[in-house]
């Protein structure tokens, strides 16, 4: 089994990583403070979701050396830049992390993804050096059985329990129809941790109310987990979300509380990474909180 930097499906545990979005809004000082103190609280890898520039290749460059953790962008949207744009960056930080990224990429706003996908991902792996691990951005059936034909790995997002070991399983189906082994599956855990637990419940609708009433793909991907009837009312975008959906997809709560959660939402992931919220933009403080309520072991 081919793997990122940091997952491992071998021992039968989930390894944890933690991911900084620079829409958090934390000052490079602060994040690079929040990624060294992951280190030492023992996460094992360090994410950033990409923007179709190449902020996100610096930040893991960044992180790596001033951390030494393995690094990865999960991921960028290859409707926003070419095959070659993509791999000269990733090469980039593959030499200067001395093998320690990993490279994931998703549709982004293609418009048959599926289809579109192939080629694209064809001439990707082309590109890249010998041995980078390519993950792939799946949510649906056809994405799903394209990266478990194609990628070292599944990137999974806003997934219940149940919702993962659905996607296990179509992933596992279509790596033995093409002969391979089930690459393995990473998922962003969106988790918030605030004395106020009304101020985490918050924090995480609005994260994820951003994509549950947004991209048709997210609205298909909510709708699969049961969410249909509560995204479809006419008011919904001012409503706040049910504690019920909120739960499913997310972890939040007061210190003490979210740990759990965490662990219950990464059953049946290889890699669990947990996708830090604060509660203000630039709050460093709620960052650390977030790493330490969720630390491995």
């Not at 460059?61 to 999960?74: C, D, F, K, N, R």
């Not at 590109?127 to 990628?151: F, I, K, S, T």
Request: glycine share 10%; with cysteine; proline share 7%.
């Amino acid at each position: 089994m081919v793997l990122g930097w940091g997952c491992t499906a071998d021992n039968g545990l989930v390894e944890v990583g933690f991911s900084i979005d620079p829409a958090q809004g934390l000052s490079r000082a602060d994040e690079l403070d929040c990624v060294r103190c992951a280190a030492e609280l023992g996460y094992r890898s360090a994410w950033t979701p990409g923007r179709g520039d190449a902020s996100a290749f610096d930040r893991c460059l960044a992180w790596h050396q001033a951390s030494g953790l393995p690094t990865g962008v999960a991921v960028v949207p290859a409707s926003g830049q070419p095959p070659e744009f993509y791999a000269q960056h990733a090469a980039r930080v593959w030499e200067g992390s001395r093998g320690k990224f990993t490279l994931g990429v998703g549709s982004g706003r293609m418009d048959h993804a599926a289809s579109e996908m192939r080629p694209y991902l064809e001439e990707l792996r082309r590109l890249l050096p010998p041995g980078l691990p390519l993950y792939v951005a799946a949510l649906g059936p056809l994405m799903l059985c394209l990266a478990a034909e194609m990628a070292d790995g599944v990137s999974l997002n806003w997934c219940s329990e149940d919702q993962v070991a659905w996607s296990r399983s179509e992933v596992e189906q279509a790596a033995a129809v093409a002969g391979r082994t089930a690459p393995p599956i990473a998922e962003y855990i969106r988790t918030a941790v605030d004395a106020d637990p009304a101020a985490a419940a918050r924090v995480l609708s609005g994260a994820m109310l951003e994509y549950a009433l947004g991209p048709v793909a997210y609205r298909r991907h909510f709708e699969r987990m049961g969410f249909a009837e509560e995204l479809a009312r006419p008011d919904s975008a001012g409503v706040p979300p049910s504690p019920r959906l909120l739960s499913a997809v997310g972890a939040w709560g007061a210190p003490g509380e979210v740990r759990h959660q965490f662990l219950g939402l990464s059953q049946g992931l290889d890699c669990a990474i947990v996708r830090v919220l604060v509660r203000e933009p630039g709050d460093a403080k709620s960052a650390r909180l977030v790493l330490e309520e969720c630390r491995p072991g």
